[in-house]
């Protein structure tokens, strides 16, 4: 039987509520599938769709819906999956599923907000935007993405934003409500593999597969950055962040400008957004943990 209602594990008040479109690259590294789950797990977020990125791979983006098609299946979810843009703006000029189910859930009328949590290049957004920049008032967009106001050489090439550097000047010159996790704070969300081995892992068929797929990546010439047996689960803020905005202080800025090879510089001409300096990785962490283990439970 397909567990669809996500107010299962504990109710919370109607009006906390907000809709959530999930962008995310869901095959690239291991951590996206930890921030899905994350999201499907708690019930302040009505997840309307997940949408697939694309990343410096041949046919990513299938690769990319293949893992969100497993993590919904390991879960017993039925929550709509989506084809995004297959590749950068200048290589995909044709508007994906995604994109078409993004501009018509922003354009609907419905009183609770809708936020768009990016988890990988902001390609699909971007697009939504080109296509019907009417869409720019009616949705938060929160990104795991560039370096922020760490301005000058940057200190590695920014994945997300270098997968897509002019959809990412495109968004944030938008003028769209927009939340930016940097790279200088997404990078802190760190977790022990031991701890994944004996508090995730545990978890039903989905803590199996969350263990399965990071030690699988882990041993792969991809993950060269890593430490060897820790993780950075980077992409979790931009759930916790929707779920508790005040989980992490942040300043009000103009967004950044971002160059051929990611480095931020600053922009006077591009509007204000919100730009966190820092985010509570306990409660991100214990957030994800605990919600694993009550439905683990059900």
């Not at 809709?19 to 996206?32: K, M, Q, S």
């Not at 009616?138 to 993405?145: A, C, E, K, L």
């Not at 769209?176 to 004996?198: D, F, K």
Request: with cysteine.
């Amino acid at each position: 039987m397909k567990k669809q209602d996500q107010t299962a594990l504990f109710p919370i008040p109607g009006n906390k509520k907000i809709r959530v479109i999930i962008d995310t690259d869901a095959a690239c590294e291991a951590d996206d599938p930890f921030a899905i789950v994350q999201a499907l797990l708690s019930p302040k977020l009505i997840v309307r769709g997940i949408a697939a990125e694309h990343f410096a791979q041949e046919g990513s983006m299938e690769l990319s819906y293949a893992e969100i098609r497993t993590i919904l299946d390991a879960m017993e979810m039925d929550v709509r999956a989506l084809r995004g843009q297959k590749g950068p703006l200048s290589e995909d000029s044709e508007a994906s599923e995604a994109v078409s189910f993004l501009i018509e859930e922003a354009m609907a009328e419905d009183e609770r907000p809708l936020f768009v949590l990016c988890q990988g290049a902001i390609t699909n957004v971007a697009m939504a935007l080109k296509k019907e920049p009417g869409i720019r008032d009616r949705m938060t967009v929160i990104w795991i993405g560039t370096h922020g106001t760490a301005y000058g050489t940057p200190p590695f090439r920014e994945f997300n934003a270098g997968n897509d550097v002019e959809a990412a000047n495109l968004v944030l010159s938008s003028g769209c409500s927009l939340w930016l996790v940097p790279s200088y704070v997404y990078t802190t969300v760190h977790i022990g593999i031991a701890e994944i081995a004996r508090r995730i892992r545990p978890c039903g068929r989905i803590g199996e597969h969350l263990y399965a797929q990071l030690m699988e990546y882990n041993h792969t010439p991809g993950a060269w950055w890593t430490q060897g047996e820790s993780w950075s689960l980077g992409d979790s803020p931009a759930i916790a962040i929707a779920i508790n905005p005040g989980c992490g202080r942040f300043e009000t800025a103009c967004a950044p400008h971002v160059e051929e090879d990611t480095a931020s510089t600053p922009c006077p001409e591009n509007p204000q957004i919100r730009i966190y300096r820092d985010v509570d990785s306990r409660y991100i962490l214990e957030d994800l943990i605990a919600k694993l283990e009550l439905f683990t439970e059900t």
